[in-house]
Nanobody, 120 residues
Framework: QVRLVESGGGLVQAGGSLRLSCAPSHWIFSINDMGWYRQAPGKQRDLVATISRSGTTKYADSVKGRFTISRDNAKNTVYLQMDSLTPEDTAVYYC??????????????WGQGTQVTVSS
């Protein structure tokens, strides 16, 4: 069964940068919207950024001007460039995508999550 595989999390000092990547584990027929969400300890999972197949983006107010979402449709990969990180960005970051693995229908898929920790 196809999964979303994330990479790029880690520990960084405040003011630093990280780049997250996410791609399906297997070949798939098609992808619509892709995005990133995050969940801090004791809080709900919140939207960080989304990007449509055509490249239309949406960001949470808290990351506008600091984070950039992009995608490579040829590689079925979505990226999240995170700059000027603050301790408030510390969370588990989850990749999300609307996938059609075999051409039958689209379903919502989630990655396993990658930890981002920003030290002060």
């Amino acid at each position: 069964q196809v999964r979303l595989v994330e990479s790029g999390g880690g520990l960084v000092q405040a003011g630093g940068s990280l780049r997250l990547s996410c791609a399906p584990s297997h070949w798939i027929f098609s992808i619509n919207d892709m995005g990133w969400y995050r969940q801090a300890p004791g809080k709900q999972r919140d939207l960080v950024a989304t990007i449509s197949r055509s490249g239309t983006t949406k960001y949470a107010d808290s990351v506008k001007g600091r984070f950039t979402i992009s995608r490579d449709n040829a590689k079925n990969t979505v990226y999240l460039q995170m700059d000027s990180l603050t301790p408030e960005d510390t969370a588990v970051y989850y990749c999300n995508a609307d996938l059609n693995p075999s051409g039958v229908r689209y379903d919502d898929y989630w990655g396993q999550g990658t930890q981002v920790t920003v030290s002060s």
